[in-house]
């Protein structure tokens, strides 16, 4: 499961628990973006900080793992290399890539669209607020899977930090620690 993770949220763990029981997998390697300049208009979360709060959220869980292959390559992450590095690393597994359904709506404009469809079975989560379809992908390519409905994002956690509401029960209670010892998110440092 790939993401940017600034910060990691319950709704990214309980898309990746879902979908592992869903289909039996061994792993969720959990594979924080390289460090873009720029993600829109925002400054993006060192990666190390990004890694860490990833590592923190999922140290519990003996299914989930973090893999820095995006972060150690550097720069914008593309999935193909993503998926590549990954298949390197495990040569005799079957690859599976799970995104959001809004992940899933950008698809198409992804790098090499097609060949990630060989690398890896893509599957889809639903996600409040965004409608999830297949319509514009190739037929089969992609499973849809109904996750617990979970209206949390990323962006929202940063906006409450920068705004002092609480961001308590949406992230592990150890990233919202993290957060505060780290001084993350304040709108005074932006
Ligand atoms: P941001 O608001 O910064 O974009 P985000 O909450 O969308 O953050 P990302 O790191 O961009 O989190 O997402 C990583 C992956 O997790 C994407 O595939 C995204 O669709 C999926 N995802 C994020 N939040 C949810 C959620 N609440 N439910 C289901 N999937 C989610
Ligand atoms: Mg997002």
Redesign the pocket.
Known sequence: ??????P??H??L??ASEVQSRFELDEVIFVPTGQPWQ?GHREVSAAEDRYLMTVIATASNPRFSVSRVDIDRGGPTYTIDTLTDLRATYPDAELFF???????EQIVSWHRVEELFSLAHFVG????GYHLNDHHLPRGAVSLVE?P????????C?TRVATGRPVWYLVPDGVVQYISKRRLYRATER
């Open positions: 499961m790939g993401g940017t993770f600034d990691i949220h709704g990214h309980v898309a993600k799970i995104t959001g359904a809004d992940a899933l989560v639903t996600r409040p996750v409905a979970m209206a949390i994002s990323s962006t929202d940063r």
